[in-house]
């Protein structure tokens, strides 16, 4: 009997034994289970690398109707001209430490202008007469559905070593401040490397001091054609108003050494030669009000003055028309982007034959010529988020027509756009 009594209370224990662990194992599993879930985001977090988190991605795309006519009088001829164009840019912002960022962006763009028959009949150079629209990054829809190209929009690094300072080196963004495209297409980015400083003396003025040598062209046994650019200023905010406002010094040196095989030397070399030359000095301002947060107008301006001693035997009464200046209002919502955002500006320029480089000026009206003044309409209108509309109408003529076979060119031109950005 004892030992029958012994076996049933070691069967009894036993059995205790197995249900005590039997109730700790779904403890073990929902331990292990809610470390899992703690680690989980720890492992997400580190599975994306470092330098992919410190890099930025932007680009826009832009679809457009153009409509040209142009009534070229000294030709006795109008041109009236349809296009659609697009225009498609993306760029990179890399912060590869706290004082440094490499900045890289592809854009769009087409050939200045084709072969004509007239250059062909003429024997005229073929490199000359192409090369990449350096004041456009547009592309026209034409050559029977051909693949179209990409360029190199811009590619430069940027150090900052403190809050007012930045040293940028490569194919950068124009570092200068400006208060319109009159000196400086919107499209055009310069290669050298800039200084950008801008200092709080107190909380509502700022100092600016930039700096800037440029290369236009590489040579091998001459100076390199370049430019240098020094330009000063100070930026006010007082409550609701705020204003920038800058006097520039534009110094183009070597110009007579550029080479002729590519089309913006080829220019270069023809104005050298019948007796232009540039230094310039430029003011500008861009003052506006901000309404209820929201809302903002403001005053434009911008003048530039050629002050070279220009050779008047060659030029004649070309070489007193040496100024160029911008007036222009703006007003709406200070950001574009959503339903109901709206901007708008009017502005008047004049752009003397010899006031400044041709080729930097911005290209749309009168075909980006000099010798000429008119008037520039726009307004964008938000649809919806980061997409809008804008239309662009400008009206130019010729300025002085003593210059122009004493006959006044017109041009009128109008652009429909939709704007994607993300």
Do not use: C
């Not at 009206?365 to 008037?375: K, L, S, T």
């Amino acid at each position: 009997m004892k030992r029958i009594a012994t076996m049933m209370i070691m069967a009894a224990v036993l059995a205790w034994s197995f249900t005590l662990l039997g109730a700790e194992e779904p403890k073990k599993e929902e331990a292990v289970k809610e470390e899992a879930k703690k680690e989980e985001p720890k492992k997400e977090e580190s599975a994306v690398p470092e330098w992919v988190k410190n890099i930025k991605l932007k680009g826009d795309f832009r679809f457009r109707y153009q409509y040209q006519n142009f009534e070229d009088a000294v030709k006795d001829d109008t041109l009236e001209r349809n296009r659609l164009r697009y225009r498609a840019r993306i760029g990179l912002e890399a912060k590869v430490n706290d004082w440094a960022k490499v900045n890289f962006g592809i854009a769009s763009g087409s050939y200045e202008s084709k072969i004509t028959a007239d250059q062909l009949a003429a024997g005229d150079d073929i490199k000359a007469s192409l090369g990449q629209d350096i004041r456009s990054t547009n592309q026209t829809f034409d050559d029977f559905f051909s693949h179209k190209p990409l360029w190199i929009d811009y590619a430069y690094a940027e150090f900052t070593p403190w809050s007012w300072l930045t040293l940028s080196g490569g194919k950068m963004k124009n570092p200068f401040h400006t208060a319109s495209e009159l000196i400086w297409d919107g499209d055009i980015t310069p290669e050298g490397a800039a200084l950008q400083f801008k200092y709080a003396v107190i909380d509502e003025l700022s100092l600016i001091a930039n700096a800037g040598i440029f290369i236009l062209d590489e040579i091998k046994a001459l100076d390199d054609p370049m430019m240098a650019v020094v330009q000063i200023g100070a930026a006010l905010k007082v409550a609701d108003f705020d204003a920038t406002a800058t006097l520039s010094y534009y110094d183009p040196m070597n110009l007579t050494n550029a080479e002729s095989n590519t089309n913006e030397g080829s220019k270069m070399v023809g104005y050298i030669s019948q007796g232009y030359y540039w230094k310039n000095i430029a003011a500008a301002l861009d003052a506006s009000y901000t309404i209820k947060e929201k809302y903002q107008v403001g005053l434009m301006g911008e003048v530039t003055a050629n002050l070279y001693d220009l050779n008047k035997t060659a030029l004649g009464d070309k070489a007193d028309d040496n100024i160029a200046f911008f007036v222009g209002v703006k007003g709406g919502t200070k950001a574009l982007k959503d339903l109901g955002d709206f901007q708008s500006s009017l502005s008047y320029r004049q752009i003397g034959i010899a006031s400044w480089i041709p080729f930097l000026i911005d290209s749309d009206p009168f075909d980006g010529n000099v010798n000429a003044e008119g008037i520039k309409f726009d307004i964008k209108a938000g649809l919806y988020k980061n997409f809008s509309a804008a239309a662009t109408l400008n009206y130019f003529w010729t300025l002085n027509k003593d210059f122009n076979s004493d006959k006044t060119n017109k041009d009128i031109l109008l652009q429909l756009d939709l704007n994607y950005k993300f």
